[in-house]
């Protein structure tokens, strides 16, 4: 090197030992990571319940929710059509064991779900499930 450009400072270490320091961030962030999925898929300790097969259209059954929203924005109970001053009295109680299970039509408005969710939340609901079929 010329008087001009002095050398280049590597306080005493060899060429690895610098790439070795460099690695340990890294490695460091790989563990934490490895880590955090490891608690976060610990976490949910109530499965699911079974959703109907996505098999042929004759084989599917409805799903076994307590309230189903049909497609034109109806509500039944069972396979009885309820309004809106009878739906309260035809669901089971709310208990904080038992989440209330709706089954919604893929084409129901976040708008129709949520005045019967407000509606369910003055009733006493708390634990609601909504139940949905995967795509095809």
Not at 24 to 30: A, E, F, K, R, S
Not at 73 to 80: A, F
Request: aromatic content about 6%.
């Amino acid at each position: 090197m010329s008087d001009l450009v002095p050398p280049p400072f590597t306080s005493g270490k060899t060429l690895m030992e610098r790439v070795e320091d460099a690695l340990l961030p890294l490695i460091n962030l790989v563990f934490l990571l490895l880590m955090f999925f490891i608690v976060a898929g610990q976490l949910a300790d109530a499965p699911l319940p079974p959703l109907p097969g996505t098999g042929q259209t004759e084989d599917r059954k409805a799903p076994e929710a307590d309230l189903i929203v049909t497609a034109e924005g109806n509500w039944q109970v069972g396979e009885t059509p309820v309004d809106r001053n009878s739906l309260i009295a035809q669901l089971p109680q709310p208990n904080g064991q038992q989440p209330l299970k709706i089954a919604a039509a893929e084409n129901t408005t976040m708008a129709d779900l949520e005045s019967l969710f407000r509606l369910l939340e003055r009733a006493g609901y708390r634990d609601i499930l909504l139940l949905t079929e995967p795509g095809q």
